[in-house]
């Protein structure tokens, strides 16, 4: 067994084995027991109790952290001459079409959410090999392929995620950063959880939300009672 660090050995008390806390409780503890010198994420894991093989049990979504995310999101606006100034406007880091298109091809991918019309997905379709692997795809799905550009980009810098369950059947999601106030983080989790609520699929059944925990980079994980956020 690995000996603790200081820093380690100083919070491994803190979380009881065993107890389930209220998601008020957790976003509290979670900032005590954060020892990193770095600014972490905060991140929170759902487990649900669908399948997602079956398409009728597939939960994707998307939700504004009413707090935002705690971080800078860089986001770059694929569209037409006509919407640039919009985009700009609505704070997209990065604007244009085709000379961005031709960045990407060529390896560039220094941002974190693209934007885009679906007018020019024709020209951005063929981006999938360089962006899909890295997240980046833009989808209808997640809002990030609109004729409202501005609105989109927007909705990004003001804390818009997207979220989808995986293979397993949980949900991943950052919801912050740890220097974020504990009833900034409560809030954006509770927001997160809500709307996952909200997607239940009617084909699912028995025990939607099976477990939820919440940690911050290198932190324990703090268990949360599902009930504490109906």
């Not at 603790?4 to 100083?10: D, E, P």
């Not at 803190?14 to 209220?22: C, D, I, N, R, S």
């Not at 949900?171 to 950063?177: V, Y």
């Not at 009617?202 to 911050?216: N, P, Q």
Request: hydrophobic share 40%; with cysteine; net charge positive.
């Amino acid at each position: 067994m690995s000996k603790l660090t200081k820093n380690q050995a100083s919070v491994a008390d803190k979380v009881e084995v065993g107890k389930v806390y209220t998601l008020k409780e957790a976003t509290e503890l979670l900032k005590d027991i954060t020892t990193t010198k770095f600014d972490a994420s905060v991140d929170i894991d759902v487990r649900l109790g669908v399948d997602p093989r079956k398409a009728n049990q597939m939960v994707r979504g998307v939700v504004t952290l009413p707090n935002g995310t705690g971080k800078v999101t860089r986001v770059l606006c694929l569209c037409t001459p006509d919407q640039e100034a919009a985009a700009k406007e609505a704070g997209a880091d990065y604007v244009g079409l085709d000379e961005y298109i031709e960045k990407i091809k060529g390896g560039w991918t220094d941002i974190d959410v693209i934007i885009t019309m679906p007018s020019v997905m024709g020209k951005v379709g063929p981006l999938g090999r360089v962006l899909g692997p890295r997240g980046l795809m833009p989808n209808p799905k997640s809002g990030t392929v609109t004729m409202d550009v501005a609105k989109a980009v927007k909705d990004i810098k003001l804390g818009k995620i997207d979220f989808k369950v995986d293979k397993a059947g949980i949900i991943h999601s950052s919801i912050g950063k740890v220097s974020m106030a504990s009833e900034l983080l409560f809030g954006n989790a509770k927001e997160l959880i809500s709307t996952i609520i909200k997607l239940k699929p009617a084909a699912a059944k028995g025990t939607y939300i099976k477990s939820i925990f919440i940690s911050s980079t290198m932190s324990k994980g703090i268990k949360i009672d599902p009930k504490s956020v109906e």
